[in-house]
């Protein structure tokens, strides 16, 4: 998986409780995302980062925040965690800029009660 | 924003025989197209990509054409084998995915024996 680890793997929370969810990478790549996966809609961008302390918003960044205070690490927050968010979040890094390519790691799958 | 259909949604081939998995997009900007294969209970994992300077590109037993005009780009894979057996996904991106990957919805590829 390329150097990312993704922690938890797997994770059961209660609905209003607050979620974090980290990416670690090794490889020293630039861009850092963060997707999440159901069925029926392939995987969708939530949030990215293209350094420290920069990120931007995905398609689906509601009810989501980020943070990368290292260059290998890009955390993912749930503040209020929904029903709506159980899902399989995969990380992703890429070089970015100049069509380079994302690298995905092994995902932690979500369920919210 | 980008939008990637993909077709068909599962493809079942006979051991040995040829698959094709077609995608369309949206953005004339879009010029990075990647293919990921996902295994059960994995990350996906990139195994070929386009840029949209070039028509065609092959790797083995697997190939992707690109017609810009048109705005679809096809994986092909040849003389199918078990181990081909996994959910594929299409992607595209303006300014080479470095703002992320607007992927299609998936094909679930089956190899029969």
């Known amino acids: 998986d390329a150097g990312i680890t993704q922690s938890p793997r797997h994770k059961v929370t209660e609905t209003g409780t607050p979620v974090t969810l980290r990416c670690h990478q090794t490889?020293?790549?630039?861009?850092m995302y963060w997707y999440r996966q159901d069925p029926g809609h392939g995987l969708r961008l939530i949030h990215y980062s293209y350094g420290v302390k920069d990120t931007d918003k995905g398609e689906v960044s509601d009810g989501y925040s980020v943070s990368r205070s290292k260059t290998e690490d890009f955390l993912l927050t749930l503040e209020s965690a929904t029903s709506s968010q159980t899902s399989v979040y995969f990380c992703a890094i890429g070089e970015g800029g100049g069509m380079a390519e994302q690298f995905f790691g092994p995902g932690t799958r979500l369920t919210v009660l | 924003g980008e939008n990637v259909e993909q077709h068909p949604s599962t493809l079942s081939v006979q051991e040995g025989d040829s698959a094709v998995i077609k995608c369309t997009y949206s953005d004339s900007a879009s010029n990075y197209f990647p293919w990921y294969k996902q295994e059960l209970g994995k990350g996906p994992q990139l195994i070929i990509d386009i840029r949209s300077n070039v028509g065609e590109k092959k790797d083995q037993r697997i190939a992707v054409t690109l017609n810009k005009t048109a705005k679809h780009f096809s994986l092909h894979i040849t003389e199918t084998q078990p181990e081909d057996s996994a959910v594929y996904f299409c992607a595209a991106s303006a300014e080479g995915g470095a703002d992320g990957l607007t992927f299609g919805k998936g094909t679930h590829l089956i190899i029969q024996p």
């Open positions: 490889e020293n790549h630039r861009y």
